[in-house]
C-alpha cells in the first residue's frame, strides 16, 4: 500500500478555490466557516452530517476504569467527551471501486 503526505490547508484551498471557480480567499472563508460550524455544532454534543464525506458526532463517556500499560496501576478517567467520524456508504464504495 502507497503512503502518502495529507492534503494541506493551503493545498485543500486551492483545490476548493479551483472547484468554486473562486479566488483563494473564498475558498479559506468558506473552509474556515465550515469547520467553525462543525466545531460548534460537535462541541454543544450536536452532529454534523458532510454529505458524501460522513458524519461528526459527540459522545459522551461515562467514568470508568483504566489501566496504565507502563505500571500496570488501574485508576477512574473522569467522565469525557470523544469526537468520532463516521465515513458515508458512498466514499466508502468510491474508494473500494
Known sequence: MM???PM???QLVAAIADAMGADKKTATSALDAIAAIVAREVAAGGSVALPGLGKVVCRERPERQVRNPATGETVTKAADKQVKFSI???LKDSVNA
Open 88 to 90: 458515508a456508504k458512498a
Open 8 to 10: 494541506t490547508k493551503t
Open 3 to 5: 503512503t502518502t503526505k
